[in-house]
């Protein structure tokens, strides 16, 4: 067990001083959800009526809404980036060094994965606590009870993102992949607007956006930084978090998956 841990604070270093040591990749971090907040917020408060529905008691304004949804967004380019990583380990030749080690394959990985979302739990916060000094804050035990949701939405984020990268086989090739996956599960979810508002316009939209996984991520975070459960969403979001993690396994065993085919 001492081996196995040792393996994992290992990764989870290596990915946090990678992390520290680009002060661009945390502040992109930031910049992006911020513009979301102030400037789209903004435009569309307006526009974009919120009747009262769970987890909310009242009438809430348009930016507390899409703060849950702004908070797995981090997540989901945080779990991009990272299997962004892993494609440049492949290039490299540093990931085959690392699937050599004598610790099981599915460790290594799962390490790997726990490293992301630790550093997307950093950006989480920081955006948290930038939001709360705008005005934008949640119940207090909400800051508490949100941290296991994040950890799971995390896992299930990342989860995607290892399965993207077992895919891939150039680094060019990645930022059109990525685009491809982020935007329509970023749109086509719950973020942005509620489903009955996309409802309105579209019944199949309305369809599209309740199987997409990261709805599921986004109501379990909004429902948890009001310290309440959803339990569908936790199912959803763990299910797909197993889904996506064995699916990488796949394609990163070397009998069927990406080493196979580099080689």
């Known amino acids: 067990m001492n081996a196995w841990l040792i393996a994992l604070h290992a990764i989870v270093l290596r990915e946090a001083m990678r992390f520290l040591q680009n002060r661009g990749r945390f502040l992109s971090a930031l910049v992006r959800p911020l513009v979301w907040l102030v400037i789209f917020a903004a435009g569309f408060r307006a526009a974009l009526g919120l009747s009262i529905t769970p987890p909310y008691q009242t009438y809430i304004t348009y930016e507390v809404y899409i703060v849950p949804g702004l908070c797995a967004m981090i997540q989901l380019f945080n779990g991009m980036q990272s299997s962004l990583s892993l ?4 290039e490299m030749g540093s990931m085959r060094l690392l699937l050599t080690s004598p610790r099981p394959r599915w460790w290594l990985l799962f390490c790997k994965l726990m490293a992301g979302v630790a550093v997307s739990l950093l950006q ?10 705008m005005g934008i804050k949640m119940p207090a035990m909400g800051y508490v009870y949100v941290l296991p949701a994040l950890v799971l939405s995390g896992l299930m984020l990342g989860a995607l993102g290892l399965l993207i990268s077992s895919t891939i086989r ?16 970023f749109f086509l979810s719950t973020a942005l607007y509620p489903l009955w508002k996309m409802a309105e ?3 199949l939209l309305r369809d599209i956006c309740a ?3 990261f709805t599921h991520a986004v109501e379990l975070i909004r429902f948890a930084l009001y310290a309440q459960f959803n339990g569908w969403a936790l199912l959803w979001v763990g299910t797909g978090a197993v889904a996506f993690f064995l699916l990488a396994l796949l394609g990163y065993d070397p009998a069927r998956g990406l080493m196979r085919r580099k080689g």
């Open 201 to 203: 316009a579209s019944r």
């Open 87 to 90: 494609v440049y380990d492949q």
């Open 211 to 213: 199987v997409n996984p």
């Open 170 to 185: 150039q680094l060019e090739n990645f930022a059109g992949v990525m685009n491809f996956v982020i935007f329509p599960m």
């Open 124 to 133: 989480v916060y920081a955006f948290l606590g930038i939001a709360a000094l």
